[in-house]
Structure formats: C-alpha cells, structure tokens
C-alpha cells in the first residue's frame, strides 16, 4: 500500500506519498462536515492557494483511487466528493433525528474478508442503522410518537 503520516490538522493519518496540490485537497476534504463538487472545491481552494481546476479533478481522480476520498455520483451527472472518516458508524433516531454514534464497528472483519476471498480491495464502508432511540420508545408506549 503506501506509507502514512499523522495529520496534526484533522486527527487523521496522510499518505505519504501525495503532490502538494493532492495534499490541499485532500486537507480541505477532510476538514468539510459535507461532500462537495469539485467546482465547489476548487472555488474554496482557489480563495486560499493557487490552483486550477484541471488540477482539482486530476487531484480527487488520484486521492479517489487511492480510496482517500469517496466519490458520489449524482442523478444530474454531478459527482460530489468528500473525506473519508475514520470508521464511525451510527444509529438514526427517525423520530428526534438523534444521532448516536456507535464506539465499534460490528462489521470490522468483513472488509479483510471480502479483500481475500473476493479479491476486491476495500477502502472504505459505511454502515448507518435507522430505528427509535430509548427515548422515542418510552415515548411511543405512552402514545406521544
């Protein structure tokens, strides 16, 4: 694989071997609370560093192969980017809209199995659980859901 870095700024780890432009991305991505195009990217970015946006594509086609960023393909034909976080899975109370995370990750095995027996080299999942926190439940007894 390649060679990471403590990332002082996100609490994250960097790859090692990245451009600095690569770098500025993946930085800035790591740092949003929501994913972005990559015109929205190289406007934030161009503000602060010079940068272009051919730059800015081949950066996230780089850092997307990499598995450092994920990429979301939009119905409009947009594709909005974002930083990977570290393992955090949670529950979704559909009720208050609270939002739990969970400590552990049930499926940690399964991506190292998938990786040898499917010979398929997983970067990154997301697993997201969608119910009634114990609150709403004691709420939803009463009646008041």
Known sequence: MFNILPNIHT????????TR??????????AQSS???AQELHT???AQHQIGLATVYRALDTLKLKGLVRALPMP???TLYSGIPSDKHHLNCLNCQKVIPLEVCPLHPLPQSISENQNFRVFYHTLEFFGLCSDCQIGELAGEV
């Open 76 to 78: 409009n034909g947009e």
């Open 35 to 37: 994913a972005m195009s």
């Open 21 to 30: 432009s690569q770098e500025k991305v993946w930085h800035f991505l790591q």
């Open 11 to 18: 609490n994250t780890v960097m790859p090692a071997k990245l």
């Open 44 to 46: 934030a970015l161009k």
